[in-house]
């Protein structure tokens, strides 16, 4: 649930009473719903009642502190994609790179400017609900898709994606932020190449049926990339496309190719036909199906194969 009357609710969690007063006028003052906790258990707890838009962290606080916190946050898939600003007084460079490690999606150390507090909070809401528009709108398509930050760092994932994903590491859940090893350690070679749109890499299946293809669609905002995910069984599932759809095997399987997001030039090359050739078995497919772009046929042979 969301504090009723507000669209913006924010959770501060921070044990020093001089430092909370401050910052819950300054975001009341800017018609933001505030919910406080001084703890980090007292925050655990009150999640599991009110969800907010985003979490200002203290970093050290006694008891369960603000890493440990926002570890546990974030291994929540309930949770997990609340943005988390993280707040200290420490200096030293390795705890701020430990925040970001648990998954803080920025920092602000104290004594906290007012101003910055107010445009952090505001941008990290604003990205925060676009993902999760995007995501949700990509989950009612039931594509497979996923982001990562420059790193490989998982920031979020469709539900399809995840299943597809953990085939090959059983056990693994988008609740983390870490990609299972054998994945991210070929996801990063891929990210290391200067222009990465386009470019691809193949994971062969553990039962050695059919092979998960990660297809870099381009980088995102300041720090996303944006990865589709293709589950590969071309011969069955060119056999459902031309059996179902009624078209000929050659028309099956350059829908096949678009439909996983391949261009007129690479089916060529994978089908050891012209161009013009596959150009003309897509006129006749889109004829047979109905439809008038290529991004409807590959819908249609899509929904076909996850039958």
């Not at 669609?217 to 069955?236: A, F, K």
Request: hydrophobic share 45%.
């Amino acid at each position: 649930m969301r504090m009723p009357g507000h669209s913006d609710t924010v959770l501060i969690v921070e044990d020093e009473p001089d430092s909370l007063r401050m910052l819950i006028a300054a975001l009341e003052n800017a018609d933001i719903a505030v919910l406080v906790a001084t703890s980090g258990k007292a925050a655990l707890d009150l999640l599991g009642r009110i969800v907010p838009n985003l979490i200002i962290m203290d970093g050290m606080m006694p008891g369960l502190d603000g890493f440990e916190t926002t570890l546990r946050i974030k291994r929540n898939p309930v949770y997990a994609n609340i943005p988390i600003i993280f707040m200290t007084g420490l200096a030293e460079c390795e705890h701020l790179i430990e925040a970001f490690e648990m998954g803080a999606v920025d920092y602000l150390r104290k004594p906290v400017n007012l101003g910055e507090l107010l445009a952090r909070v505001r941008l990290h809401m604003g990205l925060g609900r676009a993902v999760h528009a995007g995501a949700a709108s990509l989950d009612a398509t039931g594509r497979l898709m996923l982001a990562t930050d420059a790193h490989g760092s998982l920031l979020w994932c469709t539900p399809r994606a995840e299943r597809a994903i953990s085939r090959i590491a059983p056990g693994w859940n988008r609740a983390g932020t870490a990609l299972p090893l054998a994945l991210r350690s070929q996801l990063m070679r891929l990210l290391a190449k200067s222009d990465t749109a386009g470019a691809s890499i193949r994971i062969e299946q553990p039962s050695g049926v059919g092979t998960l293809e990660l297809v870099v669609i381009g980088h995102y905002r300041e720090n996303e990339v944006r990865i589709r995910l293709n589950e590969l069984d071309p011969e069955q599932d060119v056999v459902k496309l031309r059996d179902q759809l009624q078209l000929t095997q050659r028309e099956a399987e350059v829908l096949l190719w678009v439909s996983y997001g391949k261009s007129s030039s690479d089916i060529s090359d994978v089908l050891a036909i012209s161009p013009r050739t596959v150009q003309k078995h897509l006129e006749r497919v889109y004829e047979k199906l109905g439809v008038e772009t290529r991004s409807a046929a590959a819908a249609v042979a899509t929904r076909v194969s996850q039958q």
